[in-house]
């Protein structure tokens, strides 16, 4: 498959096809969202490495070894669901104190990218026109309930414009599974934007038989490929937002000067490539904000694109900060993968952390499960915090270093070596 030249992030094979992804309704998805909230799921997720046969593995490699350069690092950047109760959308009085912590609000978009070599993979693995982001924005509130999502809450001013994290989901998931995570973050003053990848989410992979039809999974699983080109279009998007429907409520609320990146699994593949990855340089040019800060929880790197290009993975003094968290027993995303991307980054760098969870698995310590999940939430937050410029009296490199250690349960680090990874074997299937 070759990617289109003015496009190098979209796959265009010859047999597109004139379909696309379904629209959600807002306020029916997000509102059985929340009614699903309490739902248990055995979620896999499988490593996009993996998915393509001998021959295009093969194909691939020799191709990535013709393009990658010598070049070490990337070059400075620019510089620039849910639905528990409903809210109405009165003004607040602005006010310069911020709160201790705020309620959650949000309202999603449906934005539908279009145009030449804009695709996703489909089922069959053939290219389709177009990519439908629901993109699900919370927000800090004052108009909300305590431990619930306010659906269309009144944004609140205090202490605002707020910073901004952009969030990839993984596989078999939406951002719903991780909703204590987020929410965790826009309590502490954050805005949270939350795209549904078109092939990725949970509702396209069941809708297709999910993992009892391994072809399709793996189809769908290889339009990962596509989503940091997701991530610059609702970058985007986000600076005309306040012209958007219902986005005049948020005009001003958004501090599109500090923004962060996060994700989980494949997600948090895709945002360590569009940060690091010198082969999506061409994409990351387009970034219409500078990234500051990536969070890649249970991530690793990419070892080549479906052309055949990634280049190699480094950082240098203009790079965002990185805080990457692994578990030190997921056989999803190995100790080995984490420790190899964070070694490839270390020494360029110039604000990173290293936190690993002693014996989690791969999923459970994003989506809520004791007693890793306050670690994430707490260092994750005093991380963006103090990368982002946010409640600065409270935030330093020692708070990130405290709220990442606890005995028995989670360690942080600056470095990492080989020689203290664990070896954990991969799941089948994973």
């Not at 177009?130 to 999502?149: F, H, K, Q």
């Not at 993968?337 to 360029?348: E, K, R, Y």
Request: net charge negative.
């Amino acid at each position: 498959m070759t990617p289109e030249a003015n496009r190098p992030r979209r796959r265009v094979p010859a047999n597109a096809q004139s379909t696309g992804p379904a629209r959600l309704d807002t306020a029916a998805h997000l509102a059985s969202r929340h009614q699903a909230a309490s739902r248990k799921r055995t979620i896999r997720r499988r490593r996009a490495g993996v998915l393509l046969s001998t021959l295009v593995i093969v194909a691939a490699i020799v191709a990535a070894c013709n393009a990658v350069t010598s070049a070490s690092s990337k070059p400075p950047k620019k510089t620039a669901t849910s639905g528990g109760t409903t809210a109405s959308t009165k003004p607040q009085t602005t006010t310069t104190t911020l709160p201790a912590s705020f309620d959650v609000g949000i309202h999603a978009f449906y934005w539908d990218e279009k145009g030449p070599g804009i695709t996703h993979v489909g089922p069959t693995g053939a290219a389709l026109p177009g990519r439908l982001l629901t993109t699900e924005v919370r927000y800090p509130t004052l108009d909300g309930s305590a431990g619930t999502e306010s659906l269309n809450a009144s944004p609140a001013t205090a202490g605002g414009p707020y910073p901004v994290i952009v969030f990839a989901h993984g596989f078999e998931t939406e951002p719903l599974d991780y909703a204590g995570l987020l929410d965790s973050w826009v309590r502490a003053g954050f805005v949270v934007v939350s795209p549904i990848f078109p092939d990725e989410n949970l509702q396209t992979v069941t809708a297709a038989g999910g993992m009892s039809n391994p072809a399709v999974a793996s189809a769908l699983e290889n339009d990962v490929y596509n989503e940091p080109g997701d991530i610059v279009y609702v970058l985007k998007r986000l600076q005309d937002l306040g012209a958007q429907p219902w986005g005049s409520h948020l005009r001003g609320v958004l501090n599109l000067d500090d923004v962060g990146l996060a994700g989980q699994s494949d997600g948090a593949n895709v945002v360590a490539a569009l940060s690091f990855a010198s082969g999506l340089d061409t994409l990351d040019a387009e970034m219409p904000s500078a990234v500051k800060a990536v969070a890649v929880l249970s991530g690793s790197a990419w070892s080549y694109l479906p052309d055949g290009t990634i280049g190699t993975y480094g950082g240098s003094s203009t790079s965002p900060a990185l805080l990457q968290v692994q578990s030190d027993a997921d056989g999803c995303n190995t100790p080995a993968d984490g420790t190899d991307l964070f070694a490839s980054l270390q020494a360029g760098v110039r604000a990173k952390w290293f936190v690993t969870l002693l014996g989690a698995d791969h999923l459970g310590p994003y989506e809520g499960v004791a007693p890793w999940a306050s670690v994430v939430d707490a260092v994750t937050t005093k991380f963006f915090e103090h990368e982002l410029h946010w409640r600065s009296a409270s935030s330093s490199a020692a708070s990130i270093e405290t709220a990442g250690a606890l005995s028995g349960v989670a360690e942080i680090t600056t470095a990492v070596s080989d020689s203290t990874v664990p070896q954990v074997s991969l799941i089948p299937g994973c």
